[in-house]
């Protein structure tokens, strides 16, 4: 049974700082995409960055763009979302999600249990 454990999430100050992390367990880590999702209450998921299997290619919404960058070690099955310029929009759980190499959250199949990311102007 795959899982997901994202950590890494905090309190962050405007223009400030972050690195989620999240580890694979269970299953074939080159087997999936990896994504990361947010979502604050109320409002729909949204996606935010995908790499690929292998982790030559990374795609990012426009909103997150120039900002995140998102990593795998696939030696320590491990995913990675450096935040840097953090705004007070970025606030949401954030996702670490395994599937297809998509934006579309029906294209992943395994769901981390998210991680709190706080930007206080």
């Known amino acids: 049974q795959v899982q997901l454990a994202e950590s890494g999430g905090g309190l962050v100050k405007a223009g400030g700082s972050l690195r989620l992390s999240c580890v694979f367990s269970g299953g074939t880590f080159t087997d999936y995409a990896m994504g990361w999702f947010r979502q604050n209450p109320g409002k729909e998921r949204e996606f935010v960055a995908a790499?690929?299997?292998?982790?030559?290619?990374?795609v990012y919404a426009e909103s997150v763009k120039g900002r995140f960058t998102t990593s795998r070690d696939n030696a320590k099955n491990a995913v990675y979302l450096q935040m840097n310029s953090l705004k007070p929009e970025d606030t949401a759980v954030y996702y670490c999600?395994?599937?297809?190499?998509?934006?579309?959250?029906?294209?992943?199949?395994?769901w981390g249990q998210g991680t709190q990311v706080t930007v206080s102007s």
């Open positions: 999600a395994a599937g297809r190499y998509t934006s579309q959250i029906k294209d992943y199949d395994y």
């Open positions: 790499a690929g299997r292998y982790g030559g290619n990374t």
